[in-house]
């Protein structure tokens, strides 16, 4: 009966009002965890996982798959408290990566349920290296102290090897527009124009590291462009023939190839699938 009223509400309002109600909807459902939980675990630690919950209820992933990594996440960093020291992530290293494999086989779990919750940690790692760690400063002038951290979560031995029977799935790096527009959605609503635009050109692959905006390419009547370009000119950087720009040392430069690969792989997290542009 309450999920009828709420349908019921919600077809009330405009498509784009829906749509993020019903966002707004799965980031308190995803952000809602035990409070003792909350409680136990590395303040720092439990403050990123906040912001990975919200990341992820935006994205395209289906709800049920964010509950899972949620869950999965859960289970890692209980294990952290109670046999880690309650350690930041940050400090978690390979090893210790290690022994919480061979904690969870030792539980009983199989190869695939340990190739899933590391897949789900690195997500959670990627998410850290790539989106919180992207910038230098902060919009308040602070350093980021997660600028420059890159993980190894990928590497670490699962303490398992898989079963000569098991079916390996084919990488699939197609995307719904239902998908790439939930991911323009939260880029234009994070004021991220810049990856809006990447995201509306991607097809133009290697080509966008030399795009100019008198380029025929340049597409000007795109809405990520206008807002892009109000962007550029708040941020005194109109002179800068480039669209790809980035600042650093205090000046805008143009983007280079490992800065344009940081977006594609904040779109893959964001999409859960690879993106690739170059």
Not at 142 to 147: A, F, M, R
């Amino acid at each position: 009966m309450a999920r009828q009223k709420e349908f019921e509400q919600l077809i009330n309002y405009d498509p784009v009002t829906r749509q993020k109600i019903r966002y707004e909807q799965r980031k308190r459902s995803l952000q809602n965890f035990d409070t003792d939980f909350l409680i136990l675990i590395n303040a720092q630690t439990k403050n990123l996982l906040l912001e990975f919950m919200a990341f992820i209820a935006y994205s395209g992933l289906a709800l049920r798959t964010c509950q899972n990594m949620k869950s999965n996440l859960v289970t890692f960093l209980t294990w952290n408290y109670n046999y880690n020291d309650n350690r930041n992530f940050r400090l978690i290293t390979k090893k210790q990566g290690e022994e919480f494999f061979l904690y969870i086989k030792n539980m009983g779990s199989g190869y695939n349920r340990a190739k899933i919750l590391q897949s789900d940690i690195a997500s959670f790692a990627d998410f850290i290296q790539y989106v919180v760690g992207k910038n230098e400063y902060h919009n308040n002038g602070k350093k980021n102290p997660w600028y420059n951290y890159v993980h190894e979560w990928r590497q670490v031995d699962i303490q398992q090897q898989p079963e000569e029977s098991e079916y390996k799935k084919p990488n699939v790096s197609t995307f719904s527009e239902e998908r790439l527009d939930g991911l323009k959605f939260y880029l234009m609503m994070t004021h991220d124009y810049m990856g809006a635009v990447i995201l509306d050109l991607a097809h133009l692959g290697v080509k966008l590291l030399t795009l100019q905006e008198d380029d025929e390419e340049f597409n000007q009547q795109l809405n990520s462009v206008k807002s892009y370009q109000k962007w550029k000119k708040r941020e005194g950087a109109e002179h800068v023939p480039d669209v790809l720009i980035i600042k650093r040392d205090g000046q805008f430069v143009p983007m280079s190839l490992s800065e344009l690969r940081d977006y594609t792989k904040m779109f893959s997290i964001f999409l859960g699938k690879e993106f690739i542009i170059c």
